[in-house]
């Protein structure tokens, strides 16, 4: 019996850096998992060594664009369906342009922007909330940035705007949810060794990689968050590397 035995997580963006790494520790800790992103085939890689790690926790393929509103309610009524209601949402699903300042960032990467990053928390976050409500139970961790806390030009405007939205969403969720014991934490990792993080126009290095926040460290943390009782709530965290 794991920490999360019996707890049913939706992850976002779970088919690759950070979300897959969630997925796979939350799986190894008793959890079942359901598993969102767009590509079939990288989820379906990850529920397999997710079911590796733990023979009794089910992980569920749910191939979906966050950035379409129909394709999020199926989903999640694929998820209900299969594993039950809904006990943790992980908000996850994120991207970045390699193009960073207003100059360069088109409307249309400011609005896949928003809609990627942002908007797809704002649905998940809807489509739950009332029934954690309902219950009495539910955590939600939207999976941000350090962009957020200190927008900057390395980030670019579009991604820093969107990740400030975070908080904002955060915050009115623990607003509405907490008379009802569901609790929202924001989580505001720094630079970590992702995907994502080769599309900033300097590149790093494999030893400069490896001072950054790994994707087991996120996944640690996730673990512990939906670990803690009910009446504990942390509502923000923020993580560095401790060499830069």
């Known amino acids: 019996m794991g920490a999360l035995a019996g707890k049913t997580i939706i992850i976002t ?12 520790a939350c799986a190894e800790a008793g959890a079942n998992v359901g598993l969102i992103a767009r590509r079939k085939e990288l989820l379906e890689a990850v529920a397999v060594a ?12 749910c191939p979906a664009d966050v950035s379409d509103d129909m394709q999020i309610y199926a989903a999640l009524e694929q998820t209900r369906a299969a594993l039950g ?25 400011w609005r896949e922007l928003m809609e990627v990053n942002l908007t797809s928390a704002f649905v ?52 509405e949810g907490n008379p009802h014991g569901v609790r929202a934490c924001l989580f505001n990792p720094g630079a970590g060794n992702t995907p994502i993080i080769d599309r900033r126009p300097v590149k790093f290095s494999a030893e400069e990689k ?35």
């Open 210 to 244: 490896a001072k950054m926040i790994q994707s087991e460290d996120i996944a640690a943390t996730v673990v512990f968050l939906a670990s803690l009782p009910p009446r504990v709530h942390i509502d923000f965290l923020s993580m560095m590397p401790t060499k830069s």
């Open 13 to 24: 963006g779970a088919s690759s850096g950070f979300g897959e790494a969630i997925a796979l």
């Open 85 to 109: 209601p809904i006990d943790v949402l992980v908000n996850n699903a994120g991207l970045n342009h390699t193009e960073r300042s207003i100059a360069d960032t088109s409307a249309e990467q």
């Open 124 to 175: 998940f976050t809807k489509a739950v909330l009332p029934e954690m409500k309902q219950r009495g139970d539910g955590l939600i961790i939207n999976l941000a940035s350090r962009a957020g806390m200190f927008p900057s030009l390395k980030a670019g405007v579009g991604y820093s705007a969107s990740k400030i939205g975070m908080e904002a969403l955060n915050t009115i969720t623990n607003e």
């Open 50 to 61: 997710a079911r590796a790690l733990n023979e009794d926790a089910q992980a569920l393929v």
